[in-house]
């Protein structure tokens, strides 16, 4: 069944299509957001601390699809923890995984982007070779 939730300004749509072949999507897109813009941004400078909460509450498009789930009986509080559960180990063993990687050289840092890095990333990377070369003791040699 194809799921397709969008919330459009203060609305919530929810269109269900019988397309079995097609996996189920979720859709949500929303004109505000219910956190600030990026971890460097307090906007609780300019937006009130209330209306953040509503957004992450009330008008949440995942809360309200998912009160909308369980009350077409498509989803409960059983379903939601054994889904929490098995995404929290499948989150811990891939953490387990990658943690047994060798670390990166650190020149990756700046050329996995870009073709050519910008004047500020080569500033950047010699700003962290000298930041290393002089706290060389601190860091653990990885290459």
């Known amino acids: 069944m194809l799921c397709c939730c969008v919330f459009h300004g203060s609305f919530l749509h929810v269109a269900l299509r019988p397309w079995v072949w097609l996996p189920t999507t979720l859709f949500l897109t929303h004109a505000r957001g219910a956190g600030h813009h990026s971890t460097s941004d307090d906007s609780s400078a300019y ?3 209330s209306d953040l909460d509503y957004w992450r509450t009330e008008a949440s498009p ?3 699809f998912r009160k909308f789930m369980e009350a077409s009986g498509w989803w409960d509080d059983e379903q939601e923890k054994a889904l929490h559960s098995s995404e929290r180990k499948a989150v811990l063993q891939a953490m ?3 943690e047994k990687k060798p670390k990166p050289a650190n020149e990756e840092l700046f050329t996995d982007v870009y073709d050519e890095m910008l004047p500020s990333m080569k500033e950047q990377e010699a700003a962290l070779k000298e930041h290393l070369a002089k706290y060389e003791d601190y ?3 990885a290459h």
């Open 139 to 141: 860091y653990a040699k």
């Open 62 to 64: 995942i809360n309200r």
């Open 47 to 49: 937006r009130d601390m």
């Open 96 to 98: 387990l995984e990658a």
